[in-house]
C-alpha cells in the first residue's frame, strides 16, 4: 500500500511500489486524464505534477511519490490552472488533443514560478512535451495569454 496524497486528497494505493505511477493512475485509479505516449519520458504525455514539479508519470513508480502531493490533470484547479485551461479553450489549442494534458500540466508548473514567460521561457519549459499535430504556435500563444490573466 502506498500512500501519498493525490488531488488535494489522501490516498492509499494498492499496487507495488516498482509500479509506474501512470499505470497506478489510469489501471488502479481510473484517472485516465494522464496519457501514456511513449513509456521513455520522452514526449510528455505524461506530464504529472509531483510536489509541484512536473514529472513523467511513465517513469516515476509509486515508490517515488509515497508521501508526496501529486496532481494530475482531473486535479489541476487553482488561479493558474483556471487561467491555463481557459486560455487553452479561448485559443483552440488542442488539434487531435492527445498531449494537451502534459502540456497543460507543464504550463502550470511554470506559470506557477514565472508569471510573465518569454518565448525561450516557454520553450524551456515544455521543450519535451511533444506536439504530434505541431500546434507549438497555439500553445505558446496560450500560455502568453494565461501568463496576461493572471497579471
Known amino acids: 500500500m502506498i500512500e501519498l496524497t493525490l488531488n488535494g486528497k489522501k490516498q ?22 494522464t496519457k501514456f505516449g511513449c513509456g521513455q519520458a520522452q514526449c510528455g504525455a505524461c506530464t504529472i505534477l509531483i510536489d509541484g514539479v512536473p514529472s ?5 513508480t509509486l515508490a517515488d511519490v509515497a508521501g508526496r502531493n501529486v496532481i494530475t490533470i482531473e486535479g489541476a484547479n487553482g488561479k493558474v490552472a483556471e487561467a491555463v485551461i481557459n486560455a487553452w479553450v479561448s ?9 494537451q494534458s502534459g502540456q497543460v500540466m507543464a504550463t502550470i508548473a511554470l ?20 506536439c504530434r499535430c ?5 500553445i505558446r500563444a496560450a500560455v502568453h495569454e494565461a501568463a ?3 497579471a
Open 148 to 150: 496576461r490573466a493572471l
Open 56 to 60: 513523467r508519470s511513465c517513469q516515476t
Open 111 to 130: 506559470l506557477s514560478e514565472n508569471k510573465k514567460p518569454s518565448d525561450a521561457d516557454i520553450d524551456a519549459a515544455l521543450s519535451g512535451n511533444l
Open 91 to 99: 485559443l483552440d489549442v488542442p488539434q487531435c488533443g492527445y498531449c
Open 134 to 138: 505541431a500546434t507549438y504556435q497555439r
Open 12 to 33: 492509499a494505493v494498492d499496487a507495488e511500489g516498482d509500479m509506474p505511477v501512470l499505470w497506478a493512475l489510469r489501471d488502479v485509479l481510473g484517472l485516465t486524464g
